[in-house]
């Protein structure tokens, strides 16, 4: 006798929605007296960021955030954040210095 088998059909079966490191995952968040969208990204993209929170480089291949104002802007008002350091943007102090022999980008 053969195993019984369940199959489920092509219009029973629900399409997986976006993960957590998902590009549609966006949300709107408060920053600096203004509305902000938030993306999640995977990071996938062979660029380096920097992050505006700690001012530290973040490498290919590792998730982070994208913030920018909701009105008025373009892709060049983008931030790309370290998830932590988007969560602790209230908290940190506005005038991270840069070393000497950092790169101004």
């Given at each position: 006798m053969s195993?019984?088998?369940n199959r489920i059909s092509n219009a029973?079966?629900?399409e997986p929605g976006p993960g957590p490191l998902g590009g549609?995952?966006?949300r709107t968040e408060s920053y600096q007296?203004?509305?902000w969208v938030v993306q999640t990204v995977a990071g996938t993209a062979?660029?380096?960021y920097r992050c505006p929170g700690c001012d530290q480089e973040i490498p290919p291949g590792v998730g982070h955030v994208v913030a920018w104002p909701e009105f008025g802007a373009g892709v060049d008002d983008r931030r790309h954040w370290h998830r932590a350091c988007w969560g602790?943007?209230?908290r940190r102090a506005s005038n991270i210095q840069r070393g000497?022999?950092?790169p101004r980008y």
């Open positions: 195993p019984r088998r029973d079966r629900e549609s995952l966006r007296g203004e509305e062979g660029r380096y602790a943007r209230e000497r022999g950092a």
